[in-house]
């Protein structure tokens, strides 16, 4: 098979970055993974060059395939249970974490608000909030990540399932005593709203470069947060 040419900015073939669009924009417009056959038909590819396509896209971390190659998470969209619902007007999504589903309703344009829906990992209470692309939603519950960035992407269904909202800290110190986790990083739900506002800006569109880690760095700087589990000092 002939090599594709790779886009310099992107490191996606063509035929990788059609594939990447036709799943995102699908995610977005259905809350699911499109099946396999209808992305090889709206991309002309044949499937043997569409299941390439899907790994490379795994390769560079714009998919999270489970063991049979289907899609598990297409960030900020995910195609099963990771403890976060995200109901638009039209549209019901299962956001990937707490930062991914304050994300999607930044990202899908035509989803001003959604109501994002979790329960406390400590306690199990539910906790709802209206996020909207305007204001954060009003709360006093904290988000705890568990790993740092760093290593997001050593187990990353393992990181994102760890990335949740609590009543508040002492639900946070009840749950890592009675896990026996470490601390990651604490914050409250205005920065989780800063950082999940423009994190994924412009996965809708093509082409998309993802952000170097510097980028990364002065991204996390800027909605405030701070300190070595961000890579920051
Ligand atoms: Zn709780
Ligand atoms: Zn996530």
Known sequence: MVQSIRDETTGVTPEGESVRLMIYRSFADTGRAPLRRDVAEATGLDLAATDTAYRELARLRHLVLGRTGEVVLAHPFASSNFHFSVMGAQTLWWGGCAWDAFAIP???????????????????????????????????????????TAHIWDDVVHTCSHQRIFCSESCVEAWLDATGNERGSVFDLATLWRLARGWYAGRLDTPYRRREPAEAHDYFRQVGLSGSFWGLD
């Open 106 to 148: 930044h990202l899908v344009p035509t989803e001003a608000g959604a109501l994002v829906a979790t329960t406390c990992p400590a306690c199990r209470t539910p906790h709802a909030w209206t996020v909207t692309t305007a204001d954060p939603p009003v709360g006093s519950q904290v988000a705890h990540f568990l790993v740092p």
